[in-house]
């Protein structure tokens, strides 16, 4: 049976998913926790700069490059299975409606 890839919306905690969160490029990885750059996205299991785990990848070519997104998202998978994948608009502006809230409470 053939699978494809679908997007699956979830109630997440957005400071829980920002914890744990690695942006993906094609070469490199950046921590969303800390922001230390310069990551091996295929492979860091943890940040080494503030040892989150990650569960979860998004990236900026989702919103850079959206023909390839679906293809992006299937090689990450493909070699990050244990990895949550999070819809980097999605991320972007959960995370913009919480400063803004914090900004204005
Ligand atoms: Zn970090």
């Known amino acids: 049976m053939a699978q494809l890839f679908v997007r699956v919306w979830k109630n997440f905690e957005i400071e829980e998913v920002k914890k744990h969160l690695l ?3 094609d070469s490199s990885g950046d921590c969303a ?3 230390a750059f ?3 996205p295929w492979s860091a299991k943890s940040c080494p700069e503030c040892k989150t785990t990650f569960q979860f990848f998004t990236s900026r070519r ?3 490059h959206p023909g390839e997104r679906f293809s992006f998202a299937k ?3 493909d070699k ?3 990895l949550i994948c999070i819809d980097y608009e ?3 502006k959960a995370i913009g409606d919480k400063k ?3 900004f204005f409470s």
Do not use: I, K, S, V
Request: glycine share 8%.
């Open 23 to 25: 942006f993906m490029g």
């Open 33 to 35: 926790n800390c922001r």
């Open 38 to 40: 310069g990551l091996d």
């Open 62 to 64: 989702f919103q850079t």
């Open 75 to 77: 090689r990450a998978h």
């Open 80 to 82: 990050r299975p244990e």
């Open 90 to 92: 999605d991320y972007m």
């Open 100 to 102: 803004a809230r914090d």
